[in-house]
């Protein structure tokens, strides 16, 4: 399984900054909400940062913290949810289907912001199905390329972690599928 997600869709921008200001001009003093989860500080900041880039765009901007408790809901209540909400989870193994079908296919219980990719989860239900491993791959991709190109859940920022070990600890490793996540057998006291 791990094979068939190794690289599977590079996060790379295929949009044009100075082709932001003309999109939003349009909207130009439109109220919009940032949401973001409280579990890391760096949601936060990254929501701030958004208000301020959004503002000098013209746009009115809220920034609103969502614990974990109004967050998980927001399926359930959509009045409830931001116009942009900045968080970031864990994939919960490697097959692309954990994570996919948990988070954005249609009416998933944590697709927070109601988005839908019809081809998208077409694709993923094809990558399910797929009798042979290159078939599922072939498909889990296509379904990733889709569900990119909806605009609903897009990868805005790259977040560093940062690790505080006591001196003579080496071999630190980031486990890139995970946040926060330190390789702990890589591990070496000198």
Known sequence: IGEQ???????????????????????????????YYNSLSQNGALASRLQ?????????????????????NLPAE?????????TGFNPDSVAPDTFARIYWYKDAPVNLLGCTAPEGDRLLDEAASAPTKEAALEANIAAAEEYRKSNCW?????????????????GLSKELDWTLSVRLGALKEE
């Open 78 to 86: 959509p009045k409830q949810r931001p116009d942009i909400l900045t």
């Open 154 to 170: 897009l990868n805005i920022a790259d977040v560093n972690d940062v690790y505080v070990t006591r001196k003579g600890i080496t």
């Open 5 to 35: 997600v190794a690289c599977a869709v590079v996060p790379e921008p295929e949009h044009d900054p100075s082709q932001l200001a003309p999109a939003l001009a349009p909207f130009k003093g439109r109220e919009v909400t940032i949401g």
């Open 52 to 72: 301020t880039q959004i503002e000098e765009l013209g746009l009115k901007a809220t920034v609103r913290e969502y614990p974990a408790s109004i967050l998980f």
